[in-house]
């Protein structure tokens, strides 16, 4: 069985993992706290691997705040794209696979197509260059990497879309949600259980991969299914990007073929209106 060190585990995909691993009985995983795997902190993370010895280490620290990335550009850099070159260099030293996680922001999205891993990636806003320099890095100092890219995570965990509409559904009797930018939502304890099964299928086919739920939606559909599974009771009125301008800019179309990831490790991925059914019972349970 591999040993397994997942860095950023008190994040949304960290406790995807933790909840997948006890529900699997994957035993032999670590989840430190910050202070003892910082990504900004070089020799820690060579410490931390040299104490630990894993087979694999799961990199889901990021800077995520894709609005604020737009001012704080020095840290989302140092986390999202300085930390993960420590990263993937301390576990070259240690002879352990990194998996890295990474987003479909890295595309420009203005195309209306299905966007595979050999496509150009231009980033339009700071979190999507900072991911794409995390990207680089990774390849840069360390072979023996799985690059999975997602888009539009949620969970039962942190804060997400989904536990967003769901406290604002409550509070008002009306919204308005974005219709002109689409892409598919990703349950996270879906990746969680990928990068599980990506593991124990010690494959050596290594590079960039990408990662979604299966299918298409807008976020304003998105929203119209939370509220519709979730019972919740509030008007939904679709609006263009143009009326809700944000300090990033998105991209409009970001849906992932995920050809590559299904054919190389045989996996199943569930529809995203299945999945969030599960989540909202989970949230509601």
């Known amino acids: 069985m591999s040993k397994i060190l997942v860095i950023g585990a008190g994040g949304q995909l960290g406790q995807c993992l933790k909840t997948v691993a006890e529900r699997?009985?994957?035993?032999?995983?670590?989840?430190?706290?910050?202070?003892?795997?910082?990504i900004l902190n070089a020799e820690g993370l060579n410490t931390l691997l040299q104490n630990e010895k894993p087979d694999f280490v799961i990199n889901c620290a990021a800077y995520t705040a894709v609005d604020k990335a737009e001012?704080?550009?020095?840290?989302?850099?140092?986390?999202?794209?300085?930390?993960?070159?420590?990263?993937?260099?301390?576990?070259?030293?240690?002879?352990?696979?990194?998996?890295?996680?990474?987003?479909?922001?890295?595309?420009?999205?203005?195309?209306?197509?299905?966007?595979?891993?050999?496509?150009?990636?231009e980033p339009i806003n700071i979190y999507g260059?900072?991911?794409?320099?995390?990207?680089?890095?990774?390849?840069?100092?360390?072979?023996?990497?799985?690059i999975i890219r997602t888009?539009?995570?949620?969970?039962?965990?942190?804060?997400?879309?989904?536990?967003?509409?769901?406290?604002?559904?409550?509070?008002?009797?009306?919204?308005?949600?974005?219709?002109?930018?689409?892409?598919?939502?990703?349950?996270?304890?879906?990746?969680a259980n990928s990068i599980f099964d990506i593991i124990a299928s010690r494959s050596t086919s290594y590079g960039?991969?990408?990662?979604?739920?299966?299918?298409?939606?807008?976020?304003?559909?998105?929203?119209k299914a939370i509220f519709d599974i979730s019972g919740t009771q509030v008007k939904a009125n679709p609006i263009p990007g143009s009326k809700?301008?944000?300090?990033?800019?998105?991209?409009?179309?970001?849906?992932?073929?995920?050809?590559?990831?299904k054919e190389t490790f045989q996996l199943n991925i569930p529809y995203w209106r299945d999945s969030l059914v599960e989540c909202i019972d989970k949230l509601k349970g």
């Open 151 to 191: 888009s539009w995570l949620y969970s039962e965990y942190a804060n997400n879309f989904v536990k967003t509409m769901l406290k604002l559904g409550a509070e008002r009797d009306e919204l308005n949600i974005i219709a002109d930018q689409v892409g598919t939502p990703t349950y996270a304890i879906d990746l």
């Open 24 to 38: 699997r009985g994957v035993s032999d995983v670590i989840f430190p706290a910050e202070k003892e795997a910082n």
């Open 71 to 121: 001012d704080e550009v020095e840290l989302s850099t140092a986390i999202n794209e300085t930390g993960a070159g420590y990263l993937a260099t301390a576990c070259k030293a240690n002879n352990a696979t990194l998996i890295h996680v990474s987003t479909d922001f890295v595309f420009e999205g203005n195309e209306v197509k299905l966007l595979k891993e050999e496509d150009v990636a």
């Open 129 to 146: 260059v900072t991911k794409l320099g995390g990207e680089k890095a990774v390849e840069s100092n360390l072979d023996e990497h799985f």
């Open 208 to 223: 960039i991969y990408h990662y979604s739920n299966e299918g298409v939606t807008s976020w304003f559909d998105f929203a």
């Open 244 to 261: 809700y301008p944000t300090k990033a800019k998105r991209p409009p179309f970001s849906v992932m073929d995920k050809t590559k990831i």
